[in-house]
Structure formats: C-alpha cells, structure tokens
C-alpha cells in the first residue's frame, strides 16, 4: 500500500472539519458550545502545521506562492472569526450568522487548495517529499493540540 501524501492527509481533515461545520450550524446552547471547541481543536492546529510545515515549501516556487500567500490570508481571517466567536456564546443573536461566515470562508480556502494549490503543489513537490511533509506535518499538528489541551486545562483550574 502507498504511503500517504501531505494531500492526503490535509483532505481528510478538512472532510473532517466540514462535518463538524455541518453538526454546527444545527446545534444550540451547550452542544453547539462544545462542537465549537471541538471545531477549533481540529482547525487551528490544522492551520498551524500547515503555515509551519507545507506553506513555506509552497512559497519557494512561483506557480504555488501566490495562492499559498492567499491562502496564509485566509487564516489570519479564520483567526479573527474564531476571536469573535469566543468571546461570545451561541445565544448571541448573531453566533449562528458568524458560524455561516466561518463555515463558507473555510469551505472556500478548502477548494481553492484542493482545487488550485495541490495540484499546481503536484507538479513541483516529488512523491517522495510529499510522503516526507506528512511526518513533519503531523508532528507540528500534535505539537499544537497538545498546546491548545495545556491552555484549555490551565483555564479550567
């Protein structure tokens, strides 16, 4: 069996993301509060690793560093979404309209890197470094949930 390629691996977190966005846009008071964690433990280490181990790889050639620079972009606007939703909880008036702006922003700079950047990432990235980026993806991914976990149980004492 072929080992795995970074693209791998980043599609199948996203279906996993996307499903949690889904449950989401249903879910009310506590259980939204809690698939909302759930969505953020999934999402910001995804966003993470990849800034740290795939998107500086991306930027070092010409035909992936523009949409690799939109996409560093994009997080920086997750990031400020995920920030409003914090500080609020879901019987704000408008947590539901923000869920929906988050769920389209992540939908849309997942098809642009499913639909534009991996495979343009394809013609330039070998087989082999691909199957590489997947250890040191996972590695920096597993760093920053064990970091949100630590943050999350300081907060709670």
């Known amino acids: 069996m072929a080992k795995p390629q970074i693209y791998d691996v980043l599609h199948r977190e996203h279906e996993e993301v996307s499903e949690l966005f889904h449950q989401l846009e249903e879910a009310k008071g ?62 704000n008036e408008v947590w539901q309209a923000k869920i929906k702006v988050l769920a389209d922003m992540v939908g849309h700079h997942v098809d642009e890197e499913e639909g534009e950047l991996f495979p343009r990432a394809k013609q330039v990235v070998s087989d082999q470094e691909a199957e590489q980026l997947v250890d040191e993806y996972a590695r920096e991914r597993d760093s920053f949930v064990e970091d949100i976990r630590l943050e999350q149980r300081d907060a709670a004492e």
């Open 30 to 91: 506590a259980e939204a509060l809690e698939l909302f964690a759930r969505l953020k433990q999934k999402l910001v280490p995804h966003s993470r690793a990849e800034e740290a181990v795939v998107y500086p790889r991306l930027l070092e050639e010409s035909n992936t560093a523009d949409t690799t620079r939109e996409g560093i972009e994009e997080h920086k606007q997750v990031d400020k979404l995920l920030a409003e939703l914090d500080a609020m909880t879901p019987d």
